[in-house]
């Protein structure tokens, strides 16, 4: 049988972490980063500029940079053969509003994706209005596939378990920049006081304080509210993280654990 | 330091001075209610005991530990202790006139520290004239258990005062985090968004309380999540600790406790302990 194509384009590490979990599980691999340059992708991945019109499923991993992610939803619908899922990550934009820029949003299915979240059991689906049930039901079958589970959520900025964990961190972002305890400390806190499976800090790095800021935001924006206001602290690490990436010679892609 | 002295003989207190006597002290127990402080020392015999089942602990060494152990009606009798836990109501009056009697009758070296968990260290150190002894040593229940203690430096604490907490509570076997006097301190604050975010997504409607849970555990790698760990602590409880908070902070919006928490607590639903909570117990 011929291997399933998989197009995935999108903000680093996030390509690189879902490039290796389709490559992992047998399906062939067409990736394209958003940041040029001397990004390493693991070995079998083809580094493409136009999405190919073989294309199985579509993956847009853009979480930053929304105008970006628009065209990349644009130039990635126009390429692939109608019926193909275009799975989006939609932590820091609904569905709702992705549907905006397709021509058709049948297909267009939101997944909660962050940097290292790849790395646990589940993952979230949401659907927008105009999301067909075929498209949700291949998406669940095809992560099932890659061992994952499913939870379909209502489109809603954030979904939820990113919006609780960027929150968490967020806090402790206010805590650290109110100087309450150092950042170790903080993350020391919350691992023995609660029990909680890394500190919150230590799992905003993981992520990427950029993403964290994202989220942060499109909450801010979507709700309305000065609770999702993102820390002074959260919001300058966010920008050296920026200024990182895209200084030249710095080094661009995160490990892959 | 070999004597220390511990206020409040309730679940906190009578865990603090279990371990303290488990790490080696003299331990000098007072409660104002004699059956509070007979009820606390059964508890802790009873875990001694236990651990002696459970070979996690010596029979003879267990007699040993209780040995250590004090029961005193007096708030007089502690006034020898090097160094003072006070683990009583958590209600500003109470705590205030055990310092005022403390400051009286320690040695100017004694180490006052409070448990609290919801007030202002700064506050209670302006009850002494030298608030520079006086800490915040915050511990989680059970302390028996949990490794953590928040030591909690007030606007006027020392930081040899600081130091020897924090020794302390490594000598009883504890990770001290020094942090500075600010509502809920580390843990009680940076954990609000837990509990608050979980239940705007319930109350929006993104989510039911199971697949909540679900999500947490199997994409978070919770040992628990939101809505099981608010049943096992209590929705009373989680809904204090939140108001609390809210109110330190002045109305910050970030703490708002949720309409869900309040109607909960007012029907009676607090979790596990009732039997009804976001979940059914049988």
């Known amino acids: ?257 | 330091m070999k004597t220390i002295g511990v206020i409040g003989c309730g679940t906190m207190g009578s865990g603090i001075a279990q371990v303290a006597a488990l790490a080696g002290y003299d331990v000098l127990v007072f409660d104002a209610s004699t059956d509070a402080l007979g009820r606390g020392m059964e508890r802790i015999a009873a875990d001694l005991q236990r651990a002696v089942e459970k070979k996690r602990l010596d029979a003879a060494e267990a007699a040993v530990v209780r040995r250590r152990l004090h029961a005193h009606r007096s708030l007089n009798d502690l006034a020898t202790s090097s160094f003072i836990i006070e683990a009583a109501a958590e209600d500003l009056a109470v705590k205030s006139a055990i310092f005022r009697t403390l400051d009286r009758i320690c040695s100017p070296r004694t180490i006052l520290a409070t448990n609290t968990s919801s007030l202002s260290v700064t506050t209670l150190g302006s009850q002494t004239k030298d608030p520079g002894r006086l800490v915040g040593m915050h511990f989680f229940n059970p302390p028996a258990v949990m490794k953590l203690v928040e030591v909690v430096r007030g606007a006027g604490t020392t930081g040899e005062t600081i130091a020897q907490t924090a020794e302390l509570a490594r000598k009883m076997g504890k990770v001290p985090v020094v942090c500075r006097d600010t509502p809920g301190f580390i843990v009680n604050r940076v954990a609000r968004p837990f509990y608050g975010e979980a239940l705007r997504i319930l109350g929006e409607g993104i989510a039911p309380v199971e697949l909540i849970d679900r999500i947490v555990r199997l994409e978070g790698r919770f040992k628990m999540g939101p809505f099981e760990l608010m049943d096992l602590i209590g929705i009373d409880v989680n809904f204090a600790v939140t108001k609390s908070v809210y109110e330190r902070f002045l109305h910050e919006p970030r703490f708002r406790p949720h309409p869900i928490q309040k109607a909960m607590v007012e029907s009676g639903r607090l979790g596990r302990k009732s039997g009804k909570g976001f979940y059914t117990y049988e």
């Open chain 1, 1 to 257: 049988m011929k291997k399933r194509r998989v197009c995935i384009v999108g903000d680093i590490p996030l390509v690189v972490e879902f490039a290796a979990l389709f490559l992992e599980k047998g399906f062939a691999v067409d990736a394209r980063t958003n940041t040029s340059g001397a990004v390493e992708l693991p070995h079998g991945i083809r580094r493409i500029v136009r999405p190919s019109q073989t294309t199985n499923i579509a993956v847009e991993l853009t979480n930053i940079d929304l105008l970006r992610k628009r065209r990349n939803l644009a130039a990635l619908e126009s390429a692939i053969r109608p019926g193909i899922p275009l799975l989006s990550s939609s932590v820091t934009m609904t569905v709702a509003e992705q549907a905006e820029f397709v021509r058709h949003p049948r297909r267009l299915l939101g997944i909660g994706a962050l940097p290292s979240l790849l790395q646990t059991d589940l993952i979230e689906l949401a659907a927008s209005a105009a999301t067909s049930i075929e498209t949700t039901e291949t998406a669940r079958q095809l992560f099932l596939e890659l061992g994952k589970e499913t939870a379909l959520v209502v489109d809603s900025a954030g979904m939820v378990f990113p919006r609780i964990l960027c929150a968490l961190a967020n806090e402790a972002c206010h805590a650290l920049g109110d100087g309450v305890a150092a950042q170790d400390e903080i993350d020391t806190a919350m691992k023995l006081g609660t029990n909680y499976p890394a500190g919150p800090l230590e799992w905003a790095d993981r992520i990427g304080y950029g993403e964290v800021f994202a989220v942060m935001s499109s909450m801010q924006k979507h709700f309305d509210e000065d609770r999702y206001r993102p820390a002074p602290l959260l919001a300058q690490r966010a920008l050296a993280a920026r200024s990182k990436s895209t200084r030249p010679g710095a080094p661009q892609a995160r490990r892959v654990e």
